[in-house]
């Protein structure tokens, strides 16, 4: 399994942007589908978006499609979050995931401790 570890979260105000990092314990992304989940207080999990290393495609939830973007780093080392026009909804603490590309969608073997994202209106 691969280590995964995020960073980058914080307080920033509605409109304002954040980028979270999700550092792999010195694997290469390529053979993984990484993926990025959230959950606010009394609510549950949910996808915010993923990437596909072998291919670099990406998909995303609705209500984050056009402001967020997924991206992995030329190292293939580092999974990205930006969040541009943050809003209040968009609060909760951030999990980075992975599985290996062979696996089934949503069997994640790998998991981050989460960090957390608070936009103030």
């Known amino acids: 399994q691969v280590q995964l570890i995020e960073s980058g979260g914080g307080l920033v105000q509605a409109g304002g942007s954040l980028r979270l990092s999700c550092e792999a314990s010195?694997?290469?992304?390529?053979?993984?589908?990484m993926a990025w989940f959230r959950q606010a207080p009394g609510r549950e999990r949910e996808f915010v978006g993923n990437?596909?290393?072998?291919?670099?495609?990406?998909n995303y939830a609705g209500s984050v499609r056009g402001r967020f973007t997924v991206s992995v780093d030329s190292t293939q080392k580092i999974f990205y979050l930006q969040m541009n026009t943050l809003k209040a909804e968009d609060t909760a603490v951030y999990y980075c995931a992975a599985r290996r590309l062979s696996t089934p969608a949503d069997a994640w073997s790998s998991w981050g401790r989460g960090t957390q994202v608070t936009v103030t209106a």
């Open positions: 990437h596909y290393g072998s291919s670099g495609s990406t």
């Open positions: 010195g694997r290469s992304l390529r053979n993984y589908v």
